[in-house]
């Protein structure tokens, strides 16, 4: 790194941020490629946002991932949006160009790469567990794949909200449908903590593709993989979404082997997508 002054800085600005893994494989990647650049976390408050975001614009930041709480906040400040924020209602990337905040999603993109790895998504049906942030932009992701997407949460509302928007079916139970879909999809925040689980996993077959965005073993992947499903986690999703943002600030193709393997010492997963648990 040359911090000579023509050093590019990029960063992610979330409320809290510390545990954000996006510096390691971004700086991973700038490494690699050899461009004078580097990516910091930016720990910003709901209520300073406006302010940092003029700020770091003023002190020439290039470029932005946004992350919770601030991904739909930041639409409302950017001067031109892309037609997905547009769809989706929220951005994860910010450009900063010619002295205008430009705004882009890459959540939904980063799901159709990641996902696209293991299991082909035209017309499938799929089980979406969520209805928050993250789901929307999945829900987005799964129509533009003609998906027929069926949509489960705790808070029946939010879930008829997001039906509306995107065309989705709601169901009353996640049992209720499994048995008819190809694919289930949490992105809820269950699992991040072992809590209790969102329906009865032993319905499981090893017929469903299972893909969780949370970046760890989760309960439910645990589940998926004892019985011998298709799965994923959220380190996928993690890395696609962060390199179709590097594409947007740099113009380059995103080496992303190399972003992968710099998570590796973080939990990416070194299985293959169809590697049982072991008993
Ligand atoms: P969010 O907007 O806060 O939504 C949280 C969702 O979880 C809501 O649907 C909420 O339901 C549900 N939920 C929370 N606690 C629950 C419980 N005890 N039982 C049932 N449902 C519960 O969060 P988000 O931005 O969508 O993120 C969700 C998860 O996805 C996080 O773990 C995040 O790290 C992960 N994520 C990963 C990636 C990736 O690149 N891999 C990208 C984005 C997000 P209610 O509506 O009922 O509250």
């Known amino acids: 790194m040359n911090l000579s002054g023509r050093t590019e800085v990029y960063g992610v600005i979330g409320y809290p941020v510390s545990h954000s893994l996006s510096p390691v494989f971004q700086n991973a990647a700038f490494s690699f490629l050899g461009i004078d650049a580097v990516y ?42 892309s037609q997905e924020v547009e769809a989706i209602g929220a951005a994860n990337t910010l450009l900063f160009s010619e002295g205008r ?25 799929v089980l ?9 932009a999945v829900a987005y992701a799964l129509k533009r794949r003609s998906c027929q997407v069926y949509i489960w949460n705790r ?6 909200d997001l039906a509306e928007r995107f065309g989705l079916e709601v169901v009353g139970s996640p049992e209720e449908i499994l ?15 072992d809590e209790e689980k969102l329906f009865n996993y032993d319905l499981l077959t090893q ?42 600030w740099t113009g380059c193709e995103p ?20 590697t049982p648990l072991k008993t």
């Open 40 to 81: 910091v976390p930016f720990e910003i408050k709901p209520e300073d946002l406006r302010e940092a975001l003029a700020g770091l614009k003023k002190a020439r930041v290039r470029g932005l991932n946004v992350t919770i709480p601030h991904k739909e906040a930041v639409v409302g400040l950017a001067d031109w949006v």
């Open 101 to 125: 905040t430009l705004a882009y999603n890459t959540d939904w993109i980063g799901f159709l790469r990641s996902v696209e790895e293991i299991v082909d998504l035209d017309g499938k049906r």
């Open 128 to 136: 979406l567990l969520g209805a928050g942030g993250s789901a929307r």
């Open 155 to 160: 808070t029946k509302s939010r879930a008829e």
């Open 179 to 193: 048995g008819s879909v190809d694919l289930v999809v949490n992105t809820t925040s269950v699992g991040l903590r």
């Open 207 to 248: 017929d469903h593709v299972v893909v969780d965005l949370i970046y760890r073993e989760t309960p439910l992947i645990k589940a998926a993989r004892e019985k011998g499903c298709l799965w994923q986690n959220g380190f996928p999703m993690l890395v696609h979404q962060g390199a179709e943002s590097f594409r947007i």
């Open 255 to 274: 080496p992303l082997k190399v972003m992968k393997r710099s998570l590796r010492g973080y939990g990416y997963p070194t299985d293959s997508p169809r």
